[in-house]
């Protein structure tokens, strides 16, 4: 199908694309289709963003735990040098 252009000033169509003012005006059928694509396309990165977020939600978690483990042992290494050097 061809585009046909559009006056957006005067309302009017028009055969040759000689105004500023015309713009590309698509068939029904192309504009579902580009609408129905970005659709599409939208529900993908959607899902994509989820799972990112999903990832960064468990990765923060890990971090946290690792975080709270590496406290604990240092806190235990701490306990264990100061026994050692009561017991010299």
Do not use: C, F
Request: aromatic share 4%; proline share 2%.
């Amino acid at each position: 199908m061809k585009e046909r252009l559009y006056n957006a000033r005067t309302g009017g169509h028009r055969a040759d694309p000689a105004g500023i003012r015309w713009r590309a005006v698509l068939p029904a059928e192309q504009r579902h289709g580009r609408i129905d694509a970005q659709q599409t396309t939208i529900a993908g990165q959607g899902k994509k963003l989820s799972q990112k977020n999903s990832q960064l939600i468990a990765l923060n978690i890990l971090t946290q735990t690792s975080s709270q483990a590496q406290t604990q042992l240092y806190a235990a290494a701490e306990s264990n040098g100061q026994l050692l050097r009561d017991r010299q």
